[in-house]
């Protein structure tokens, strides 16, 4: 069964959050690979990781108080 998980970010993603991203999933291939984290639970972390970081920027803010 092929899973999809899709993730909407509602907050500007500058080049220096995808570079984080992208240095995480890098560091964990070899765990990815051996079958230890699957890829989507690696993007989840790094998506709670944006997150976090992100939580006080007023663009941030401005997107949850739109979702309600």
Same mark, same amino acid.
């Given at each position: 069964?092929?899973?999809? *998980? /899709? %993730? =909407?970010?509602? *907050? /500007? %993603? =500058?080049p220096e959050y995808v570079k984080d991203i992208d240095t995480m999933v890098d560091f964990f291939q070899s765990r990815i690979e051996l079958g230890k984290v699957t890829r989507s639970e690696l993007l989840l972390k790094a998506l709670d990781a944006f997150?976090?970081?992100?939580?006080?920027?007023?663009?941030?803010?401005?997107?949850?108080?739109?979702r309600g």
């Amino acid at each position: 069964m092929n899973s999809e *998980v /899709k %993730v =909407t970010i509602g *907050v /500007k %993603v =500058t080049p220096e959050y995808v570079k984080d991203i992208d240095t995480m999933v890098d560091f964990f291939q070899s765990r990815i690979e051996l079958g230890k984290v699957t890829r989507s639970e690696l993007l989840l972390k790094a998506l709670d990781a944006f997150t976090e970081r992100v939580a006080d920027m007023p663009e941030y803010q401005d997107f949850l108080a739109l979702r309600g």
